[in-house]
């Protein structure tokens, strides 16, 4: 899950753990501020392993954008991609 906070903080669960960090979002352009914290349960290493690859995707998030459909994409500089729907 994620959340973009009207204060700075995204946040949310990326699988296994929570997280947060501060972002900045000007027109399309994303950048997630470090540090990302977040919780250290131990969870299934599959589990785990998608959850390392979320999060290195958000950190490295260049760009957002809302679909067509009203889904949120974020994108890294190197192409990588991410969608996020509406609960």
Not at 45 to 74: F, H, I, N, V
């Amino acid at each position: 899950t994620l959340m973009l906070g009207s204060d700075g903080k995204i946040g949310g669960k990326s699988g296994c753990n929570g997280y947060g960090a501060g972002y900045q979002l000007e027109g399309s352009s994303l950048k997630v501020l470090p540090p990302m914290i977040g919780t250290m349960m131990a969870c299934a290493p599959a589990l785990m392993a998608q959850e390392q690859a979320y999060r290195e995707l958000l950190e490295k998030a260049a760009s957002a954008k809302l679909t067509a459909d009203g889904k949120l994409e974020l994108a890294s500089a190197g192409g990588a991609i991410i969608r996020f729907s509406r609960k």
